[in-house]
């Protein structure tokens, strides 16, 4: 059974403070890793898409990296309108279903 | 930009109502799927859909059915709504080769009372 943990459940950070996010993860063959942001009330927002181990891209203050049992994502210098929801999911080479972590919820204070 | 829409943001119903949440996508995609959101509990899938006339169930289909007689058109029926079924409902799409991640919907807040 496909398995993804996240860890922390919650992050505050202060402005400008770099850290990293994590994403554990268990499939059989891994297809795709997927990160998403999702705000308050909204439904999660796309942000990257990992094949493989190595594999880095990046996005305003956002960098997202994966190994072989993990993914991070890195947050550089973050800012208060970086505070939401973050979540990992991986995607098995068998069909096109995701399976979801818990999300990290992040809070930026000015 | 892709789009999903979902018909309500925010639902009340009462226990034992007939529920329908609908959602519609306007990118040509195969595949479109139900999930609820709960605190501590992520994301779970309902179902899901990979043609027109198919479904197939998710990990927590109990409660639940779906609807989908246009590509365009997911729909999630609740027979009786239970408490329980008190929830964020979300529904997304994604191309057959699911390469490009879900377009998710902004959500149905539903309260079952």
């Known amino acids: 059974e496909d398995q993804v943990t996240q860890s922390p459940e919650a992050l505050r950070l202060q402005e400008g403070e770099s850290s990293s996010l994590n994403c554990s993860y268990t499939v059989s063959g891994l297809r795709g890793l997927f990160w998403y942001r999702q705000d308050p009330g909204k439904g999660p927002e796309f942000l990257f898409t990992?094949?493989?181990a190595g594999e880095e891209k990046e996005k305003e203050r956002l960098k997202a990296t994966l190994t072989k049992k993990e993914s991070f994502l890195h947050i550089t210098a973050p800012k208060p309108e970086d505070s939401a929801t973050y979540l990992c999911?991986?995607?098995?080479?068998?069909?096109?279903?995701?399976?979801f972590g818990g999300g990290t919820r992040l809070m930026v204070k000015p | 930009d892709v789009k999903v829409t979902q018909s309500s943001r925010y639902l009340v119903k009462r226990t034992g109502e007939k529920v329908f949440l609908e959602c519609v996508q306007d990118m040509d995609h195969e595949n479109m799927f139900w999930y609820r959101q709960d605190p501590g509990l992520g994301l779970r899938l309902i179902y899901f859909?990979?043609?027109?006339?198919?479904?197939e169930k998710g990990d927590i289909p109990e409660g639940y059915s779906v609807s989908r007689e246009k590509k365009e058109r997911f729909s999630l029926i609740l027979e009786s709504a239970s408490t329980n079924q008190t929830s964020m409902y979300l529904c997304?799409?994604?191309?057959?080769?699911?390469?490009?991640?879900?377009?998710f919907g902004s959500g149905t807040r539903l309260t079952v009372v």
């Open positions: 997304a799409s994604t191309v057959s080769s699911g390469n490009y991640g879900y377009t």
């Open positions: 999911a991986v995607q098995a080479r068998r069909g096109n279903m995701l399976t």
């Open positions: 990992l094949y493989s």
């Open positions: 859909s990979y043609d027109v006339k198919m479904k």
